[in-house]
């Protein structure tokens, strides 16, 4: 019998999507159960409570969790975000509920043993409640008290070499494609990357320095599986500098319908038989392909690389041999000032480890920012305040086309004073002298 009648809740249990209003109740069902005989140091219907205040929520239509909250570990400045119920005393099992990052493994690939491992810390010290993953990229635990914390902490460091992941104004936990581990696109090792940068920059994750917050994402190519160029400050993005490899035959294969455009994503409606002028050459951004009947080629000084061509024809085309990626910098939701999407800022770097050449780009931008920028500015604020051309300066860029998707149709240009011949020292009497009042 549980703990308390949740008629909304409950209308969530049908349908096919999986529910996770049933797999909420099967772990509190699980916990009053306790078939290992655990000595819970959590109440044990944290579950239920939880059921319990989103209940309430649903019929109130507004949150239960009083604001913020200030817990953590001692030694780091984040990693755990607090957070009490503002009904204590209807839901003692939720009283405190505060929810721990974990630092996932790259591309997020785990044997069953780590994560029994992890379950069995978190049966025993939380809520029995996770989310996987939080979208950052962090193995979430959601739902434990503050005496646990430094308990949880001691653990899974001793125990399941894990860390905690970011939070608050530092460096918060980066995050990749899957990249090379299973993907013929990838351009450079995004896991090779997530990691190093991962142990790099420990210090700036676990104790706020900054402004504010700010993220590492790398995505292998421009399909962009961990969305970089949206969600995070400084996004590599991998590409190629040489031209797209054609394998002739298997150019045949696909307009002789022996392989499947797109490997077959579009099988679930019919689409006609494969057509390469118009699913292919027509579709590229850049005119850059042509095809006379038998032969595929492309201009590869025209092609922007949007992988459109190679996402068609996996099996017939390929990614360049000379690989790097593009870093791109400022993406963020719209608080406060309107959302960005990444700018490009360093159009080829080369992306292999240990990445010293991406480690110096992300070093002078922090030590331009962590100087610059404004309490609670994000780097990409921080760009349209100070400019482009700051950043570019920063860095060490040369300006160069690529940095704009055109050029200024205003003219409030400003010039540096040593660029403009005699300087800006004028003086009026002598201007006065050539024009009368
Ligand atoms: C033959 C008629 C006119 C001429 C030759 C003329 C010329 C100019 C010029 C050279 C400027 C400076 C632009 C700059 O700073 O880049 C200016 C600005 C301005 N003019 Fe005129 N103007 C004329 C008529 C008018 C009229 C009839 C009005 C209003 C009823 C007007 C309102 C303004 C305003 C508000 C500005 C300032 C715009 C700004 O700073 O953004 N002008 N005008
Ligand atoms: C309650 C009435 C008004 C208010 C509160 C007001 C307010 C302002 C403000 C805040 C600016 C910008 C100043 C700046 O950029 O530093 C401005 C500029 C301007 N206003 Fe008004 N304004 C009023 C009425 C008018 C009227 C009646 C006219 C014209 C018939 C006018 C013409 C202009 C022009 C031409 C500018 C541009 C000046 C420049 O760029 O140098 N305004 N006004
Ligand atoms: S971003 Fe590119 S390389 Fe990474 S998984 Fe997606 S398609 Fe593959
Ligand atoms: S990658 Fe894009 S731009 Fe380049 S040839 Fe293919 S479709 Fe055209």
């Not at 090379?180 to 210090?203: G, N, P, V």
Request: aromatic fraction near 10%.
């Amino acid at each position: 019998m549980a703990k308390h009648a949740t008629p909304k809740l409950d209308q969530l249990e049908s349908g096919p999507w999986p529910s996770f209003v049933s797999d909420i109740k099967q772990e509190a069902e699980n916990r009053a159960k306790n078939p290992k005989g655990l000595d819970y140091q959590i109440p044990v219907d944290c579950p239920e409570d939880l059921l319990g205040v989103l209940e309430l929520s649903y019929n109130d239509g507004e949150t239960h969790w009083k604001h913020g909250g200030i817990v953590g570990v001692f030694g780091y400045g984040g990693g755990v975000i607090g957070r009490y119920c503002d009904q204590p005393e209807k839901f003692p099992g939720v009283a405190h509920f505060h929810t721990v990052r974990l630092n996932q493994p790259s591309g997020k690939y785990y044997t069953s043993e780590y994560l029994r491992a992890l379950c069995d810390i978190w049966d025993l010290r939380g809520s029995g409640l996770t989310n996987m993953h939080g979208s950052t990229g962090d193995i979430v635990l959601l739902g434990t008290t503050t005496p646990q914390l430094e308990e949880i902490f001691w653990e899974v460091t001793h125990n399941l070499d894990t860390d905690l992941g970011g939070s608050g104004s530092n460096l918060r936990t980066p995050a990749d494609c899957l990249g090379q581990t299973r993907c013929e696109y990838a351009c450079y090792d995004t896991s090779a990357l997530a990691l190093e940068m991962t142990r790099e920059y420990q210090d700036e994750l676990h104790r706020p320095a900054f402004p504010y917050k700010f993220k590492f994402k790398f995505d292998g190519c421009p399909n962009g599986c961990v969305a970089a160029i949206a969600r995070s400050d400084f996004s590599v993005i991998g590409t190629w500098k040489d031209g797209i490899k054609i394998d002739q035959a298997a150019v045949k294969a696909y307009v002789a319908g022996e392989f499947k455009p797109n490997a077959g994503a579009h099988s679930g409606r019919d689409w006609g038989k494969f057509d390469l002028v118009e699913e292919v050459v027509k579709r590229c951004p850049s005119e850059a392909i042509s095809w006379d009947g038998s032969t595929m080629s492309i201009d590869r000084k025209e092609c922007v690389r949007c992988m459109h061509c190679i996402n068609t024809m996996p099996r017939a085309l390929r990614i360049g041999d000379e690989r790097g990626a593009s870093i791109l910098c400022g993406a963020k939701a719209p608080i406060l000032d309107g959302a960005q999407m990444s700018s490009l800022v360093v159009p080829f770097v080369e992306a292999e480890a240990p990445f010293d050449e991406i480690k110096e780009v992300v070093e002078n931008i922090w030590d331009w920012w962590m100087e610059e920028g404004k309490n609670r500015e994000r780097l990409g604020e921080t760009m349209k305040r100070l400019s482009l051309q700051k950043l570019l300066e920063v860095t060490g860029q040369q300006a160069d086309p690529r940095h704009v998707m055109e050029p200024r149709h205003n003219p409030y240009i400003f010039f540096k004073e040593e660029e403009v011949p005699g300087g800006w020292d004028r003086d009026i009497t002598e201007y006065r002298k050539r024009h009368l009042r």
